[in-house]
């Protein structure tokens, strides 16, 4: 049996954004995205469809909840 090597950092790094990426809502391209620093994950995050592609209302409904939340303070 072959003896199992761990993945550089780089491809390791490279697999999770792989894995962050089929969240990704945006039909043109699934895109991740990994930051990190010292071998550690600081963030990820993936693309988004764009907002024409939401129902208006919900638009308006998510604009509504900000502002009443941004009022409040």
């Keep these: 049996m072959p ?3 761990r993945p550089s950092w780089d491809e390791y790094f ?3 954004c792989d894995a962050i990426a089929k969240r990704a ?3 043109r ?3 991740g ?3 990190a620093k010292d071998h550690q994950i ?3 995050g ?3 469809a764009p907002a024409a592609a939401f129902p208006k209302s919900m638009i308006l409904t998510r604009l ?3 502002f009443i939340l941004m009022w409040r303070f």
């Design 3 to 5: 003896e199992y090597q």
């Design 14 to 16: 490279m697999e999770v």
């Design 25 to 27: 809502t945006c039909d």
């Design 29 to 31: 391209g699934r895109s």
């Design 33 to 35: 995205c990994v930051i």
């Design 42 to 44: 600081l963030v990820t």
């Design 46 to 48: 993936y693309v988004g």
């Design 64 to 66: 509504i909840k900000f």
